[in-house]
């Protein structure tokens, strides 16, 4: 069971590109790493979505997905600004909700986690949001990033991007998950997307 509705989104939206997928996939540095330390790396982090798709090649085959259902969106610069200075914020160091993209160690291991489940560490790296505020570019190519991704790509999917691909596609039969069979209630009771809205049928292989 998903507890976050964006989790369940994503799970839903890459079983329709065709991808199957699991989800809590936890990882953390190795005791015998040199740099490992028990007051920061005894606790796991987790990978929220990972999807496969045994047709796909290259990056597009595995999808790792890391979900951050803030209801003010995902503000770019902001973010960016607060994982350089590692501002403190609700209490917590800001390179914590990052781990796999601010600390080698914790990359290590996140790469260690894909590589288990998939056999690969070739994939794209997804942050899904709620809504992005400002240039998704400016987090997508942040040169720090991509090297901790090792040079795959990085790419932000927005809540509004996904609900405009899936509800259109929905048909009569009953849906598979709580949150599909809600999408077809809301497409029966005649709601929908502005058709223009960008990104509104844009799939996971027109990354």
Same mark, same amino acid.
């Given at each position: ?6 989790? /369940?989104?994503?799970?839903? +939206?890459? /079983? ?7 989800? &809590? ?9 040199? &740099?490992? $330390?028990?007051? /920061? $790396? ?9 999807? +496969?798709?045994? *047709? ?14 803030? /209801?003010?969106? !995902? ?10 200075? &590692? ?9 914590? *909700?990052?781990?796999? @993209? ?31 505020? %400002? ?9 720090? !990033?991509?090297?901790?991704?090792? %040079? &795959? ?27 599909? *069979?809600?999408?077809? @209630? ?7 997307? $502005? ?10 292989? $027109?990354?």
């Amino acid at each position: 069971m998903k507890e976050d509705i964006l989790e /369940q989104l994503v799970d839903d +939206y890459l /079983q329709w590109n065709g991808y199957f997928t699991r989800h &809590n996939l936890k990882f953390r540095p190795q005791r015998s790493d040199p &740099n490992f $330390d028990s007051r /920061q $790396d005894s606790n796991h982090s987790d990978i929220d979505v990972l999807g +496969y798709h045994p *047709r796909r090649t290259g990056s597009r085959r595995i999808m790792v997905v890391n979900c951050k259902s803030w /209801q003010s969106g !995902f503000r770019v610069e902001l973010k960016l600004k607060e994982l350089t200075t &590692n501002r403190i914020v609700s209490g917590r160091e800001s390179w914590r *909700r990052f781990r796999e @993209l601010m600390s080698p160690k914790w990359s290590d291991a996140f790469f260690r986690s894909v590589k288990d489940v998939t056999g690969s560490t070739k994939f794209t790296y997804v942050l899904a949001v709620t809504a992005i505020r %400002g240039d998704a570019r400016l987090w997508e190519t942040h040169k720090p !990033f991509r090297k901790a991704m090792r %040079g &795959n790509p990085i790419r932000i999917l927005t809540l509004s991007e996904m609900l405009g691909a899936l509800m259109p596609a929905l048909s009569t039969t009953v849906a598979g998950s709580t949150l599909g *069979r809600t999408l077809q @209630l809301l497409k029966a009771s005649g709601f929908t997307l $502005d058709p223009d809205a960008k990104g509104a049928k844009r799939r996971v292989s $027109d990354a």
